[in-house]
């Protein structure tokens, strides 16, 4: 493993950097998500009517998931064996920044959108209020991924 990073120090951290990207903006995906899916099934057992309403707060931590794996892709195509480190160390930064902040912004909102599943569970007129309280997490996401983009094309 040490012959390898010496080797290929860029493409090494580059490979880190995707792995970053995807591994942790998608499990912080999961975790909202399932967290979310559990509380909307909880809701159609009672009221199978509102399963599409429920759908759309149930997907919103999805979205992190995606702006890893986006960035992590964008890495991939950008490696070659002869990379240097420096450009390799943008990498990780860039996959970092996208995999912690999708991680803890996924996380965070599916706690909100299963508290907006309540409000439609409640008071259906009010979801909507629960979708806006659900996107405002998305904001830092949102955030991370074009922070993760910037440096990305930088390096």
Do not use: W
Not at 3 to 14: H, I, K, R, S, V
Not at 28 to 34: D, R, Y
Not at 90 to 101: E, K, T
Request: with cysteine; glycine share 14%.
């Amino acid at each position: 493993m040490k012959e390898l990073f010496t080797q290929y120090p860029g493409l090494c951290l580059a490979a880190l950097g995707v792995f970053f990207a995807v591994a942790l903006a998608g499990a912080g995906s999961a975790i909202g998500v399932g967290r979310a899916g559990e509380a909307a099934a909880g809701v159609i057992i009672e009221e199978p009517e509102k399963f599409g309403k429920s759908l759309v707060l149930q997907l919103l931590p999805g979205t992190q998931g995606l702006y890893g794996f986006v960035i992590g892709l964008l890495i991939i195509f950008r490696m070659y064996p002869e990379m240097d480190a420096k450009a390799g160390f943008m990498y990780l930064a860039s996959g970092m920044i996208i995999g912690l902040g999708g991680l803890m912004s996924a996380v965070a909102q599916g706690k909100v959108c299963v508290a907006g599943i309540n409000i439609l569970a409640k008071n259906e007129e009010h979801q909507t209020k629960g979708i806006i309280y659900g996107v405002m997490v998305e904001l830092y996401a949102i955030l991370a991924f074009a922070t993760a983009f910037f440096i990305l094309v930088r390096a």
